[in-house]
């Protein structure tokens, strides 16, 4: 049986060659038994029911279509393929989930949600040392800057994002982040596959360390304090994920972002449960781990589309 699989990308312009899992899963998913093509989200012409799953990876264009990336979501959901499950998606767009994940216990980089310039300022005056101020919906560190707190850049830079129609996140700014970077670990079906290194992104005062944005990244064996905070954070996504939503079944992908705090105890900063990279580069052999997951979940759903199936009534 082979299984048609659409991954859904974003134009070439925007992707381009910066989709370094590409090729690894081209390769291991081939190997696996299926027919894997690449989609434009926005493409009207896609007939997403072709596919027996279609699996969300590089749409990196949504932040500047985030009404129709949402419509998409709804209408590719609705035939029950799409991966991660679209309601997952939406609510891990908007990053104000930390507030949901500390909630439920997972320690969490502490967060303000600020919706004008007055709570801006209040969350700015609250702390000391350097902050970081970035948008709730963002991607590839866009409109992120890292700031002494009393900066009045850092205002402006709030200002912007709240003149996009966006909310402002003002978090501390690790010290260990700009000397040793985060600590990234991906998992296939709830299970971890690997875990890699990235090294510091913001300089100072705004922009990225050397002026552009380039994660050097290396690979990371996991400690057991880290280990125990990735899988109970994983436990925890499931409860939200299976009382908001009613999904029970593991998330296809999750790719958890840890930071050492100023006391060294460790922190979620982030949950990516969206278009996360996963590093392939720096773990090639997971791209076989995450195929075989693939036409697993494509064996299991609804779509009419595998060749040598008959197609559905």
């Not at 381009?16 to 090729?23: F, K, L, M, N, Q």
């Not at 990235?198 to 100072?204: E, H």
């Amino acid at each position: 049986m082979i299984y048609r699989v659409a991954f859904a990308t974003g134009p070439t312009d925007v992707v381009g060659s910066d989709d370094t899992d590409r090729p690894y899963h081209e390769a291991a998913c081939t190997g696996a038994g299926m027919e894997l093509s690449y989609q434009v989200w926005s493409d009207p012409d896609v007939e997403w029911d072709r596919y027996d799953l279609v699996v969300v990876r590089s749409t990196w264009d949504y932040l500047d279509h985030q009404d129709q990336f949402r419509a998409w979501l709804g209408r590719v959901g609705a035939l029950g393929t799409l991966e991660n499950a679209a309601p997952v998606i939406d609510w891990n767009l908007d990053k104000r989930y930390l507030i949901d994940l500390a909630a439920t216990g997972v320690p969490v980089i502490p967060t303000a949600v600020c919706e004008d310039d007055e709570s801006v300022a209040m969350a700015l005056g609250g702390l000391f040392g350097e902050v970081v101020v970035k948008p709730a919906t963002s991607a590839g560190s866009r409109l992120t800057g890292r700031f002494a707190a009393s900066s009045p850049e850092a205002g402006v830079l709030a200002s912007l994002i709240l003149a996009e129609g966006n909310s402002v996140l003002v978090q501390p700014a690790v010290a260990s982040v700009a000397l040793v970077g985060e600590v990234s670990t991906v998992l296939f079906a709830g299970q971890i596959s690997h875990s890699v290194r990235k090294g510091p992104l913001l300089a100072l005062g705004g922009g990225h360390v050397g002026g552009v944005y380039t994660e050097q990244l290396t690979p990371e064996p996991l400690t057991r304090v880290r280990q125990a905070l990735v899988e109970s954070t994983v436990m925890a996504v499931a409860r939200l994920v299976s009382d908001r939503f009613g999904i029970t079944e593991p998330l296809l992908y999750a790719r958890i972002d840890v930071v050492t705090m100023d006391d060294g105890t460790e922190a979620v900063l982030e949950v990516e449960l969206a278009e996360p990279a996963f590093f392939l580069p720096i773990a090639p052999e997971a791209a076989e781990r995450f195929a075989a997951e693939v036409v697993r979940r494509a064996a299991l759903r609804p779509g009419p589309a595998s060749i040598g199936r008959s197609r559905t009534p």
